[in-house]
């Protein structure tokens, strides 16, 4: 779609500020940080101070002592505490740019189609107080899009579904730009809160959130298995009938059934998608399937749920975790093709 990047190293660039996961491009060096979106600090005189960012914080997640917390400072794609989410991007524009000497870089940003202005200034406001000599804003459907390497400047039909860790954003592209979108508060989050869920409920076990998303990564799965039962898993809780630690195994058919909501409700967003399209982008979008990317996409057999659901072509994008800041950092090296597409405010 567009031609060949030039090789120019640059201080410029592109942030998907994920939910779950932030991700940095660099111009003319793609995406050279995958961190998750955790800050761990602790209060002294009425003051945030900041222990960890990224990996090391997010080993934290469910295991610190009072005096300390982390948190995600980012929930369903946008800033929940607006001091700890500015450390948070700080801390990630250092650790890009450890060589120092750079001058302020420009930053192109995703934001859900759905963020308010007060959210998306928010966003803005954090990414200029960081560092940044200049914020732009992409929407993550248009990322999401390009970074799978879809061809959204035709006058055809493209549907893209980008399920990420807060939400999932379902769009109709056509011409560079956004024909419908809705976005959905649902994501790899609220898969993780139904697998706590169901096995509180079905096995009075109590998990974390870092086991939760174990047990959907190894063995998570939108359809039934075949055998009713599928492949297993050992895991630990707390036993929350008599409070003791405990042992269990959990099979794909309980985690199948665990998760028949937030994939249903994917399932539903699709199809209102679909029942909203302009006739005429419908058909192309029959002819051309529907793109998944996020890494809620890599959820075992989801393309084959969707596909029983819509009966369309459901593929999955070959760097679907990397999709949005993918195509986020091609908006920064095609800025002039794609400058219709960024909103750098007023």
Aim: net charge negative; proline share 4%.
């Amino acid at each position: 779609m567009f031609g060949a990047i030039t090789g120019v190293i640059s201080s410029d660039m592109a942030i998907d500020l994920g939910t779950a996961n932030t991700l940095v491009y660099v111009k003319g060096r793609g995406v050279i940080l995958n961190e998750p979106s955790v800050v761990a600090y602790h209060t002294r005189d009425g003051k945030k101070q900041v222990l960890a960012v990224g990996e090391d914080a997010k080993l934290m997640l469910g295991r610190t002592p009072g005096s300390i917390e982390a948190i995600r400072p980012m929930r369903d794609g946008v800033i929940a505490d607006f001091d700890v989410a500015e450390e948070m991007i700080k801390y990630f524009i250092r650790k890009v740019h450890r060589r120092g000497g750079f001058a302020k870089p420009k930053i192109i940003v995703c934001v859900p189609h759905g963020a308010t202005p007060v959210e998306k200034r928010a966003i803005r406001e954090s990414v200029l107080s960081a560092g940044a000599r200049k914020a732009g804003l992409i929407a993550e459907p248009i990322a999401a899009a390009i970074g799978a390497g879809m061809p959204i400047t035709d006058p055809t039909g493209s549907m893209v579904v980008d399920i990420g860790g807060g939400t999932t954003e379902v769009a109709v592209l056509s011409l560079g730009d956004i024909v419908y979108a809705r976005s959905v508060r649902v994501g790899g989050d609220r898969m993780d809160e139904a697998i706590i869920s169901y096995l509180r409920r079905q096995h009075n076990l109590l998990v974390g959130e870092s086991t939760a998303e174990r047990i959907k990564t190894q063995i998570g799965t939108a359809r039934m298995p075949e055998d009713g039962r599928g492949a297993s898993l050992d895991i630990r809780g707390r036993d929350l009938l008599n409070g003791v630690p405990k042992e269990t195994e959990v099979t794909q058919a309980q985690v199948a059934e665990a998760l028949s909501e937030p994939v249903q409700q994917i399932c539903e967003a699709v199809m209102t998608a679909l029942e909203s399209t302009p006739p005429d982008l419908a058909a192309d979008i029959v002819d051309r399937g529907v793109m998944l990317t996020g890494g809620g996409a890599l959820l075992g057999d989801l393309d084959l749920a969707l596909r029983e659901q819509t009966g369309l072509a459901i593929s999955v994008a070959e760097e679907s975790l990397n999709c949005v800041a993918l195509g986020t950092g091609k908006s920064l090296e095609y800025e002039k093709q794609l400058a219709h597409v960024i909103d750098y405010g007023t």
